[in-house]
């Protein structure tokens, strides 16, 4: 089989790495790929987002399989480019998509299917409406820019003052860009995050082991919010009872909807929720994996990656096939200095071979590129310090051993990954 994924982040070297280890699979191509995916996979100069330069690569290369990693290529009709062409592709149509591609379809489609969801006040497309209507809602309130904003879209926002000028920056400066002309605003919900996230042909479907996602720059959930920190996964994060609440409450209305609104998904879908005191709410969808979800997800496949994905392609998903290593797993990022805000790139990585030595250690590269014999950084969130352990504790204890064998100028990164759970335990609750 020959595999073509497209993106370049950690989520994708995750894909790589375990596509290349499934049977039968004969050689992988990454478009645009980074400095680590090309150890291990044929990188092709590609944007991610361009459709026609995609289909270009897939012409010259005639993949069996194609897998769709980020949500830009997804919401521009990749999929939908490379089916009428009859390339076999993991990924939503361009309309499924825009359950991420845009938050008012979403919080329409979770209400037209009664799936439990924030509140919404109204959805808005002149600032003048939206300012009125802070006049009749509770605080905090969170607005939402409606379109892709690259994580910066959503604000919660504690008066009428920070609200208005959120407003203000979003659609009367653009500073969102297209994605910020129309905005929502809904309910604020308050409880603990979690990433479920699901793989479905249309008809059937399997859920990946539950993750948790670090969004705030630094230790103790502060600063910034990113494209996320670092990640866990382990059995203990969902309950069996949770997990049943949210199939029958979230997942069975949800592809239920899909298939009523004619909405063709053969894909990732990515629930965020809210465990809120009233059960589970919905967040926001993503038609994709999350990042650095993934990192910590696939360290624990104990499954033929390649054929699990040719599977949904072909729309004949054997949930069955998904089998994981128990126990937990961890993803530690470690991003360049100033990120989420400025920084710089092209310092060079030193101690990545010490670091990938440590038993059940994976090192997921990012924001990195090869630069002669050098691996440098060139973005913000540059590498995924993966481990699996028999327990959470021990898959931090050897991600952050690893971590603390590498080293960029600036480089930075949370101590506090996986911490949250250990803690609730000890306060008992
Ligand atoms: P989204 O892009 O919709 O996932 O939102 C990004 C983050 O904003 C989520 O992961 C939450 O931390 C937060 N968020 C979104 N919607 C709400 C809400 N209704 N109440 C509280 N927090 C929210
Ligand atoms: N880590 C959150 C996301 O991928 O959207």
Known sequence: MKVLVIGGGGREHALVWKLRQSAGVEKVWCAPGNGGISGEAECVAADAGDVSALVAVAEHIS???TVIGPELPLVNGLTDAFRQRKYAVVGPSQQAAQLEGSKIFAKEFLQRHNIPTAAMYGS?????????ALCSVDWPVVIKADGLCAG??????DDPDAATGFIERVMEKDELGAGGRRILLEETLEGDELSFILLTDGERSA???????????????????????GAYSSD????????QTIQTTIVEPTLRGLAKDG???QGFLYVGLMLTKQGPKVLEFNCRLGDPETQAIAARMDFRLAEVLADVAAERLEPAKLKWKRGASACVVLASGGYPGKFESGKEIKGLAEAGQIP????????????GDAIVTSGGRVLGVTATGDSLAMALQKSYQAAGKIHFDGMHYRKDIGRHPLQSTAAGD
Do not use: C, I, Q
């Open 263 to 265: 909405l063709r998904y």
């Open 124 to 132: 808005y497309d002149s600032p003048g409406a939206a300012y009125s």
């Open 360 to 371: 059940d250690v994976k090192v997921l590269h990012a924001g990195t590129r090869r630069k």
């Open 236 to 243: 203990e994060l969902l309950p069996e009872a949770l997990r």
């Open 207 to 229: 859920s990946l082991v539950p993750t948790r996602d670090h969004k705030r720059a630094f230790d103790n959930n502060e600063g910034p919010n990113t494209g996320g920190m």
């Open 63 to 65: 993949p069996d399989l």
């Open 152 to 157: 910066k879209g959503v604000f919660l926002a």
